[in-house]
Nanobody, 127 residues
Framework: QVQLVESGGGLVQAGGSLRLSCEAS????????MGWFRQAPGKEREFVAA????????YYADSVKGRFTTSRDNAENTVYLQMNNLKPEDTAVYYC????????????????????WGQGTQVTVSS
């Protein structure tokens, strides 16, 4: 069973940047599409970004397109989310997740398609 641990969250001013990491242990991630989701207080968890198993394809929610970039290092079993030009509405707990099926193509991921989640890391953007 894979364990996912996110890190890199924090407090940043609007317009600033953060880089989140998601490190896996217990199982290699190299055959799986990985996704990032976020959940703001009082709201449902929403999709943010996904990256295909080999890193060749990515997909982003419209709300973050052009500002966020996801990447992966399969040798390090780690996935990243670079967040630039952060806005107060980006404030949320961010989660990484592993797709259940192998060799996913980096399209939009749904919560029901993921079978492993990290504990989340808080991102707070002040105005």
């Amino acid at each position: 069973q894979v364990q996912l641990v996110e890190s890199g969250g924090g407090l940043v001013q609007a317009g600033g940047s953060l880089r989140l990491s998601c490190e896996a242990s217990g199982r290699t991630l190299s055959s799986y599409c990985m996704g990032w989701f976020r959940q703001a207080p009082g709201k449902e968890r929403e999709f943010v970004a996904a990256i295909s198993w080999n890193g060749g394809r990515t997909y982003y929610a419209d709300s973050v397109k052009g500002r966020f970039t996801t990447s992966r290092d399969n040798a390090e079993n780690t996935v990243y989310l670079q967040m630039n030009n952060l806005k107060p509405e980006d404030t949320a707990v961010y989660y990484c997740a592993k797709e259940r099926a192998r060799y996913g193509t980096g399209r939009r991921l749904y919560i029901s398609e993921c079978d492993a989640w990290g504990q989340g890391t808080q991102v707070t953007v002040s105005s």
